[in-house]
């Protein structure tokens, strides 16, 4: 398991904003959703857009570019034009200070409908 790295601090985020931030070369968005923290890639899988400059809805974040829309804890798609989810990163809080593990974990893939 890989060691935990401070990206940023609670003061830094607060709720219903993200952050870029880089870990071992990648693009990671640092999101508030209702207090908690989370983080996943934050390129969009339907085009080289960052996610960390949508808004942020609950528990949704919203490409800027064509409004995909992302579930951040699980970085499942919920909307087109992207079809693919994004990774996530595990979080951890020590005091003020966010924590991430540059090991992503898969997103989950897209909700099916009845």
Do not use: W
């Amino acid at each position: 398991m890989s060691e935990f790295v401070k990206v940023a601090t609670i003061g830094d985020l607060p709720p219903g904003t993200a952050k870029r931030v880089e870990l071992n070369g990648r693009k990671i968005a640092v999101v508030n959703a209702r207090g908690t923290i989370y983080a996943i890639d934050d390129t969009c899988t339907h085009e080289n857009e960052s996610l960390s400059e949508g808004p942020v809805v609950g528990e949704i974040i919203v490409c800027p570019k064509h409004g995909s829309r992302f579930h951040v804890p699980t970085g499942r798609v919920l909307s087109l034009p992207a079809v693919r989810p994004v990774d996530t990163y595990p979080v951890r809080l020590d005091g003020d200070d966010i924590l991430l593990s540059p090991e992503a974990r898969r997103g989950q893939g897209m909700p099916h409908k009845r």
